[in-house]
Nanobody
Framework: QVQLVESGGGLVQTGGSLRLSCVAS????????MGWFRQGPGKEREFVST????????YYNEFAKGRFIITRDNAKNTLWLQMMSLKPEDTAGYYC??????????????????WGKGIQGTVSS
């Protein structure tokens, strides 16, 4: 089992920044990727970014490229998502997730076994 706890959400104006954190605990040795998803009002959960937990390779959804940066610190079991140049359409609940297998780059919510409870990020116009 892996437990994930997000923090760092909040309210910002258009063009502002937010930095989300996710602290993992439990059987971290099983984790190959850690990722971020988001779910806006009335929308399906969508992939934002993921990072190879050991190697550090990163992958982004198109809307996140150039504005969001995913990083991790293995020693602290912590994952971050730095979000910049935020837009009102970035308003969503943001979720941290952990993937156990290393045979694919996981971009679908069903690829992930463990989830945090999520944290709200709101961008005002």
């Amino acid at each position: 089992q892996v437990q994930l706890v997000e923090s760092g959400g909040g309210l910002v104006q258009t063009g502002g920044s937010l930095r989300l954190s996710c602290v993992a605990s439990g059987e971290i040795h099983d984790v190959y990727y850690m990722g971020w998803f988001r779910q806006g009002p009335g929308k399906e959960r969508e992939f934002v970014s993921t990072i190879e937990w050991i190697r550090g390779g990163t992958y982004y959804n198109e809307f996140a490229k150039g504005r969001f940066i995913i990083t991790r610190d293995n020693a602290k079991n912590t994952l971050w998502l730095q979000m910049m140049s935020l837009k009102p359409e970035d308003t969503a609940g943001y979720y941290c997730a952990a993937h156990r297998s290393g045979n694919i780059v996981p971009t679908d919510p069903d690829d992930y076994t463990y989830w945090g409870k999520g944290i709200q990020g709101t961008v005002s116009s």
